[in-house]
């Protein structure tokens, strides 16, 4: 079967003015649905007549008249131009008004009306009328209720509590009633207010209004912001208050831009004020790790007020409202009150605490190493100047750093001020005291470097020498630790006292990468000396074995020192039994058939010996020195000599001879007598072989008397030093002068202060100019006696 179209436009232009016309009784929506549904039944019987087949009759003439020819179906809208009622537009703003009225006042709509029906009225006023009137009908509409709230806090005689609940409920209603009012007027907003600039959302014309009729009233505004003040105020001592009122309250000014006018300004002053008489009451009733700790609690406190309640905009402001009145003006009082006793007691945590504040205000931190600079130099004077401290000033310096670094390290964040400033103090005090702290760091190391020393393991050991070396940099006298250390060195090498050979190396190795490879030139060449002495006695051994002498009861060792490496040892001469002179003899022979042209010189004062001692208690074995070991072979002739037949027949010098007599009579193992009784060795004692002596010991040490520097040996390494010091100079005056030709006074002393390694005075540096014009390598201009001129 075929199909077939139909085309509804067989309506003339009378039918469709005669079915616009409607009832004008209905209102507006049911007049436009009684129109459509009349206008379709209008359509139905004129065109969709139906036959008794169910088909229209025009519809069967076409199909008679095309048979099976394909027709297209196109159904188009009917246009339809309606006139609005007389009333209509007053009847809409009726129901609009009504509405707006009863979201005002919190009541129901009436006549059962939809949001969706508001709506619509509010889109057919906009296409009927001009929307600004329709904005100024609502806008008065708004004014009208706001007035009308002000009354109620123009007479509220309630507390100022009561009276901020009673703003905020009336703020909160507000907010609630404009967004039901913005959605039903929705289509005003989107229209006519975005296609005009000057003219404000309705919800901005809302808080304008709000602002100007409720909140920009003097008595609202000030009970308001006096209200809030005094919620802060309470949280500030310890009550707990409604944050959430207080939160709507400051959204409402931030909303109603006027958060800054009048609230921040004030809440700021009180902030000042309150903080001040506070940091001036604590900080003369707290102890300063008390008040730091209440001034850390005050900034979290009001951090937390931000994040509550407060506009973020506040925060930088309060923060430094408290930073201010509770550090910046009492930071002088707290660095002189506080500083030094949390150093003295070690108070990192409250260090750290102290760091962290003072990193807040300006200048804290400068002010806070200032303070923590001279806090290290005054402690660290009282270590270095005082004699009495001499035995522990080494440890005790060392303590003091280790307790500073860690300060810095964990307390003020490794800051490279700090650190600087670590290091300047201890610089400065440890000079204070010339020379002194150098010779007792010298002698420092030697204790640790002896053998017998078990008070650390090797790793131990190597950690306290980076820390001694660390010591070593602070000093600008280096040339004297470089002199006490190589007269102990040698002890320790000579005597057999070095407790590792490793650590001795390491602790040279250390030295010259901090002085360079000219500061240990001599160092080394002991070390090779002592090697080279080595290879020398296997030799001399199996030189003796091939002389067939290796059965005698007398082994010799001697070590061969090269003099520029070695310090320099008081010539002696002393009688040795026959035995030790033979063998003397022996390898003097030995030594210079293989290295003609050298010349040995014996020097006894560091020889040491092992003696086979018979007591009737038991056979010994004597760790001694050379002198100690000669003094005792003269009592294998005899019991009893006295002091003056004893230094004759040995020749040793009296104050040697009283020190090794001493050693031998007065210490822990006495294997001779002395009468009288005494510490003091004078010409007239007289000395016992003790038969009595016992030991739990096979093996007893009686030679540490050549560990121990005497008071001479200690001036005579201070007058080397000093001598060496006048070489250089010396060779640095004619060294600049050589160089420059002709100098000023002033300009010649600065050269030599930034070329010379140790300290020196202006006097020394003078007496030194002096004796070199004398021996003719420089001399005074003749029209400037300033002015040197060098001699060629």
């Not at 359509?43 to 297209?72: D, H, I, W």
């Not at 929307?131 to 009308?148: C, N, V």
């Not at 990468?513 to 060449?525: A, M």
């Not at 002096?770 to 390598?777: A, G, M, N, P, V």
Request: with cysteine; proline share 3%; hydrophobic share 35%.
């Amino acid at each position: 079967m075929s199909s077939h179209s139909l085309t509804l436009e067989n309506v003339t232009n009378g039918q469709r003015k005669r079915f616009a016309s409607g009832t004008p009784e209905l209102s507006p929506p049911q007049k436009r649905l009684c129109i459509n549904a009349h206008m379709m039944e209008n359509q139905k019987v004129a065109n969709f007549s139906m036959g008794p087949n169910g088909m229209s009759k025009t519809s069967s003439s076409l199909v008679k008249k095309q048979g099976a020819e394909k027709k297209v179906l196109s159904i188009k809208n009917f246009k339809v131009h309606q006139k609005p009622c007389v009333d209509y537009e007053r009847e809409s703003w009726r129901c609009l008004q009504d509405a707006v009225v009863a979201i005002q006042e919190s009541r129901p709509l009436k006549d059962n009306l939809t949001q969706e029906d508001l709506y619509r009225y509010v889109d057919n006023l906009i296409t009927q009328r001009q929307p600004a009137q329709l904005y100024s009908d609502l806008r008065d509409l708004t004014e009208k209720h706001i007035k009308s709230k002000l009354e109620q806090f123009l007479s509220s005689s309630g507390d100022r509590l009561t009276f901020l609940r009673q703003l905020n409920d009336c703020w909160t209603h507000h907010c609630q009633q404009m967004k039901m009012v913005c959605n039903i007027f929705l289509a005003l907003d989107r229209g006519y207010v975005l296609q005009n600039a000057q003219v404000s959302s309705i919800w901005d014309m809302g808080l304008e209004l709000f602002r100007q009729y409720i909140m920009e009233e003097v008595v609202v505004e000030n009970r308001c912001v006096d209200g809030l003040l005094m919620m802060v105020e309470k949280e500030r001592a310890g009550e707990t208050i409604d944050r959430s009122l207080i939160k709507s309250l400051l959204r409402m000014l931030s909303s109603l831009q006027i958060y800054h006018k009048i609230f921040e300004n004030k809440f700021l002053i009180a902030t000042d004020q309150l903080y001040s008489r506070e940091g001036q009451r604590l900080i003369q009733e707290r102890s300063v790790p008390q008040y730091l700790i209440h001034v850390d609690k005050r900034l979290l406190e009001e951090s937390n007020r931000v994040l509550h309640y407060l506009d973020m905009s506040t925060k930088r402001q309060l923060i430094y409202s408290v930073e201010k009145q509770l550090l910046s003006e009492h930071k002088t009082h707290i660095l002189q009150k506080g500083l030094e006793s949390l150093l003295d007691q070690n108070r990192r945590k409250d260090l750290a605490l102290l760091y962290s504040l003072f990193a807040r205000i300006k200048g804290g931190l400068e002010d806070l190493c200032m303070h923590f600079n001279g806090y290290i130099k005054a402690f660290g004077k009282t270590i270095v100047i005082n004699p009495e401290k001499d035995k522990v000033m080494v440890q005790e310096l060392l303590d003091f750093k280790d307790k500073m670094d860690a300060v810095v390290a964990e307390c003020f964040g490794n800051s490279e001020k700090f650190v600087f400033a670590l290091k300047e103090a201890f610089e400065h005090f440890i000079n204070q005291r010339l020379n002194k702290p150098a010779e007792l760091i010298a002698k420092f190391v030697d204790g640790k470097l002896r053998a017998g020393n078990k008070e650390a393991t090797e790793d131990e050991l190597e950690r306290l020498l980076d820390k001694i070396m660390v010591l070593f940099r602070f000093i600008h006298g280096k040339d004297v630790f470089e002199a006490f250390y190589k007269k102990d060195l040698a002890k320790r090498l000579l005597v057999g006292k070095s407790a590792s050979v490793d650590a001795e190396k390491s602790m040279l190795s250390k030295l010259k990468q901090e002085c360079g490879p000219g500061f240990t030139s001599k160092l080394e060449g002991m070390f090779k000396d002592m090697e080279l002495s080595k290879d020398i006695m296997l030799a001399f051994k199996q030189h003796l074995q091939n002389m067939h002498r290796g059965g005698t009861s007398l082994e010799l060792s001697v070590n061969i020192l090269t003099m520029g490496h070695w310090p320099n040892y008081p010539v002696l001469e002393v009688q040795l039994p026959p035995d030790m002179v033979h063998y003397q003899q022996v390898f003097t022979k030995f030594y210079l058939g293989k290295h003609s042209g050298r010349k040995l010189q014996w020097q006894p004062t560091l020889g040491h010996c092992v003696l086979k001692a018979a007591f009737p208690h038991g056979a010994k074995e004597l760790q001694v020195s050379l002198f100690q070991a000669l003094v005792l072979f003269l009592f294998n002739e005899t019991d009893n000599l006295n002091f003056r037949e004893i230094s004759n027949r040995t020749s040793i010098e009296e104050g040697e001879l009283r020190r090794t007599l001493q050693s031998l009579a007065c210490g822990k193992a006495r294997v001779l007598l002395k009468m009288p009784r005494g510490r003091d060795v004078n010409n007239e004692d007289k000395f016992i072989y003790n038969k009595e002596f016992t030991n739990q010991l096979f093996r007893i040490r009686i030679n540490q008397i050549q560990m121990k520097e005497t008071s001479e040996e200690q001036q005579q390494t201070e007058e080397r030093v000093f001598q060496d010091r006048q070489y250089q100079i010396d060779a640095a005056i004619v060294r600049i002068m050589k160089m420059r030709k002709v100098l000023p006074h002033s300009l010649l002393l600065t050269e030599l202060y930034n070329q010379l390694k140790f300290p020196v005075k202006p006097a020394d540096l003078k007496k030194r100019i002096e004796s070199l014009i004398d021996r003719d390598y420089m001399e005074r201009d003749k029209d400037n006696p300033n002015t040197y001129n060098y001699v060629a």
